[in-house]
């Protein structure tokens, strides 16, 4: 079979299997995440045995460490994925749903019905816990998925792809409800997101550089986030031992994942207490430090930050760092530089804090808290379809709701409309 025959065949199976979804019963729906639960705990040892596949050759390919900790999947990743669909099977079932209905002078009725999207196309690089995540979410909420994962989690993702349509089909849902591709060609991934005949919206999760091409060539419609270059901003009012954790767990809780802060924004006022600190525990960590002329006239520790550096997302063990001279400068400093994914206050002045949500232009503000929270499952979604940083049509993480739209849904008895 050719690829095009292929993708056209994958593309009328999910359409196909959307129908039956999108009129299932959330009985139904929830019987299939604990039966994929079940499944995953079955193929445990070849989950594993799999992703060491992948491991290996991730690493002869040179992958950074990074990308090999995205990439890998032990006990406790496979505990979380296994935890995330039992998550989502608790969490109430939006379709179906009727809200805002009101009576109108003419007598009818009017409101609106919570409704799957119908098929979603998620294309993501390295993770292979993000085939459960995404068939989880786009299960619950009535819709089809076709998944393509990266090829560097190929036999990870096919593993899993397995345990998903034994629970799927052991729930009496459509075996096609999620489909996982089975090529790693990259033609695979221009198909795919030129086929709004079949595929309502394309989810692409993983590098800059991939999400931008897809945004560019896809002819349906895209929910995005281009990178995560999240800040902490410590105000001269903060509390400096809930700064110092705070940024702390921000930076090296994981260097590899969108929500790390990847930019340090200290008042001058606060600056002289709190960054020698967590230089030296930066230090420790081995995280490389870039920073503005003031930063560095405090440490000698810390390199010279380029402009480019305020806009990167580095990904990795390394940190800019700069000392502002209030509040404002901080939240122009994040507009600017930020990509709008996640960024944090730390202050004890309420009045302050209030202000910094109003006007930081971001998917997640965080007051006292690390960026490390801005995730689906820590927001209690159960799971999350990825971190959209658009304003239409989801913003923030995509969990059950992200994935719906609504319909107006009007009644009468026996209204007619006068002329």
Same mark, same amino acid.
């Given at each position: 079979m050719s690829l095009e025959s292929y993708m056209n065949q994958i593309g009328q199976q999910a359409r196909a299997a959307s129908r039956l979804l999108a009129k299932a019963s959330t009985k139904q729906k929830n019987m299939a995440l604990f039966a994929m639960a079940d499944a995953l705990e079955n193929a445990r040892p070849r989950l594993i045995s799999e992703n060491a596949k992948d491991m290996e050759n991730g690493q002869a390919k040179g992958l950074d460490s990074a990308l090999l900790d995205r990439l890998l999947l032990d006990d406790a990743r496979i505990n979380g994925m296994i935890e995330g669909l039992k998550?989502?099977?608790?969490?109430?079932d939006p379709i179906g749903e009727i809200s805002n209905m009101v009576y109108l002078p003419s007598g009818i009725q009017r409101g609106q019905m919570r409704v799957p999207l119908g098929v979603i196309g998620i294309i993501y690089e390295s993770r292979p816990n993000v085939t459960i995540d995404a068939a989880s979410l786009c299960l619950k909420s009535g819709?089809?998925?076709?998944?393509?994962g990266g090829s560097e989690a190929f036999y990870s993702n096919q593993a899993i792809a397995e345990a998903v349509k034994k629970g799927v089909v052991a729930a009496g849902l459509p075996e096609h409800a999620v489909q996982v591709l089975n090529t790693t060609d990259r033609e695979a991934v221009g198909m795919l997101i030129s086929m709004p005949e079949f595929v309502d919206v394309i989810v692409p999760r993983g590098g800059k550089g991939l999400i931008e091409r897809i945004s560019k060539d896809a002819r349906v419609p895209v929910i995005k986030h281009l990178d995560g270059n999240c800040h902490v901003y410590i105000d001269e009012e903060a509390d400096l031992e809930k700064a110092f954790a705070i940024a702390m767990n921000a930076k090296t809780r994981r260097y590899g994942v969108c929500n790390a802060m990847e930019s340090l924004l200290v008042h001058a006022a606060s600056a002289e207490q709190i960054l020698p600190k967590l230089v030296a525990a930066y230090q420790e960590k081995g995280v490389e430090l870039v920073g503005c002329e003031q930063s560095r006239a405090i440490s000698t520790v810390i390199g010279e930050a380029s402009e480019e550096d305020w806009?990167?997302?580095?990904?990795?063990?390394?940190?800019?760092? %700069?000392?502002?001279?209030? =509040?404002?400068?901080?939240?122009t400093h994040i507009n600017k530089y930020g990509s709008h994914h996640t960024d944090a206050i730390v202050s004890q002045?309420?009045? %302050?804090?209030?202000?910094? =949500?109003?006007e930081v232009d971001s998917s997640s503000v965080m007051v006292n808290a690390s960026t490390s929270f801005a995730d689906g499952f820590e927001y209690g979604f159960g799971a999350e379809i990825g971190i959209s940083t658009d304003k239409i049509h989801a913003r923030g993480p995509v969990g059950l709701l992200g994935l719906t739209s609504q319909k107006y849904v009007v009644l009468g008895d026996g209204h007619t409309r006068d002329n």
């Open positions: 998550q989502v099977a608790s969490l109430p819709n089809a998925t076709i998944l393509r806009y990167t997302e580095y990904l990795a063990p390394k940190l800019s760092i %700069k000392i502002v001279s209030d =509040m404002d400068e901080a939240i002045n309420y009045s %302050k804090t209030r202000a910094f =949500m109003t």
